[in-house]
């Protein structure tokens, strides 16, 4: 007798930014090819999804959805912090005949890979060794400033997600004082994000180019990291010097707050595409520049992620760990 065909299990994978969204199909654990989008073409995450999903989205064929997105996720729901896209777990649920919807903030996606990172998908900047056990944590540079930890708990693990990259920005210099004393008269509070992130990179370059009383361009996040690296535009290079610079002082910073001995993993769409620029800063100096805590920061190891649709990984595992793959 012929074995009865399996029934076909299809999930629902989804990695929501400020910018772009990527959609997935795991369909009996094989995952379809990542589908991007940007956030700028769709007015709501329904319509983005709608036009993804296609004729499914009609033919109740897909059981379940796990999505990951940038904001913070409270009762089900998320408003995303960088664009004006609302996620609601409920409505999805109703509105395309999924059995189960879990949504989870972007970087918790992020934490809950790091273990099961590949050493090929990730650059080290310093430090030793990975201490066993110990936390994990991501930070990551992009349309905002994601961080989350995660800590290791038998055979699973424990992750909290955060809102870190809102807290305040300290300067480590009298210049990098000046620049968030002329962003407060802007913005009022001067968060990490706000220098951070894309956005952020671009209030660097311009308030740089302000206190330098030279004119420049207006330039966009992209074009200033093209810049910078090419060694065209001596502000673009500044800023993204300093960029890096204040990122070594608050991963630095992260990585205290949470004893990431484990190690510290940098994420996000900004510096994946400048990799040796990163490693030749002073990233790993500020990371360790801390006084008597020099010696605690020396060890840990730092890396950047190489691999894109690194929230995958983790949405993957979700599917596995809840038995829905």
Known sequence: MMKPTPPTRTALLADIGGTNARFALLTNGKLSTIAHTAVSDHGTFSEALTAYLGEAAKAGTIQH????????????????????WVIDAEELRRAYGFSSV????????????????LPGSLLQLGGRERVAGAPLAAIGPGTGLGMAVTIPHGDSQIVLSSEGGHSTMAGGSLREDAVIAHLRQRFGHVSSERLLSGAGLEN??????????VTVPKRRSAEITR???????????????????MLGSV????????????????????????PDYLAASQFRMRFEEK????????????????????AFTALRALMEVEGLD
Not at 66 to 84: E, F, W
Not at 102 to 117: S, T, W
Not at 204 to 213: K, N, Q, V
């Open 204 to 213: 660097l370059h311009d308030t740089l180019a302000f206190l330098d009383g």
């Open 291 to 310: 006084g008597r805590l020099k010696t605690f920061l020396a060890p840990i190891p730092a890396y950047l992620i190489l691999d894109d649709d690194v």
């Open 227 to 245: 810049t910078a690296i090419e060694g065209t535009c001596p502000i673009s290079r500044a800023a993204v010097d300093m960029f890096c610079a």
């Open 65 to 84: 959805a796990i999505l990951a997105a940038s904001g913070a996720v409270q009762n089900g729901r998320c408003a995303l912090t960088n664009n004006p």
């Open 102 to 117: 879990r949504l989870i903030n972007d970087f918790e996606a992020v934490a809950l890979a790091l273990p099961r990172l």
């Open 251 to 274: 991963t630095g910073n992260f990585a205290l707050a949470v004893g990431a001995k484990g190690g510290m993993f940098i994420g996000g769409g900004i510096l994946r595409h400048m």
